[in-house]
């Protein structure tokens, strides 16, 4: 069974960094497209980044030039760095996984994910 479990969520204020994991099992993560997105509330899901099979690193705009995406393929886990957040990063971050079937930035969009996390909370306070 696929499952992808974030962590590392929380409060923070304005100007500070946090680092999200998104630990994955049930499939090889070397196989697959890991996504991060967000949800703010009252807002439509938003991809953050993308980390791709072939070592590429698609972003948003918003987040470019602050966030990082890396990932472990011994440990099964993707990382999300979080550095110079802003109150309107505020929101649910969900990790998810895709098998293939797109190219590039699509990948910043949440249809081409067929697995996702549940989710961890973070606040940025200004």
């Known amino acids: 069974e696929v499952q992808l479990v974030e962590s590392g969520g929380g409060l923070v204020q304005a100007g500070g960094s946090l680092r999200l994991s998104c630990a994955a099992s049930?499939?090889?993560?070397?196989?697959?497209?890991i996504g991060w997105f967000r949800q703010a509330p009252g807002k439509e899901r938003e991809g953050v980044s993308a980390?791709?099979?072939?070592?590429?690193?698609y972003y948003a705009d918003s987040v470019k030039g602050r966030f990082t995406v890396s990932r472990d393929n011994v440990e099964n886990t993707v990382y999300l760095q979080m550095n110079s957040l802003k109150p309107e990063d505020t929101a649910v971050y969900f990790c998810?996984?895709?098998?293939?079937?797109?190219?590039?930035?699509?990948?910043?969009?949440?249809?081409?994910?067929?697995?996702w996390g549940q989710g961890t909370q973070v606040t940025v306070s200004s």
């Open positions: 998810a996984a895709s098998s293939g079937g797109y190219s590039g930035t699509y990948y910043l969009g949440d249809f081409a994910y067929e697995n």
């Open positions: 049930g499939f090889i993560l070397a196989d697959y497209v």
């Open positions: 980390s791709v099979r072939d070592g590429n690193r």
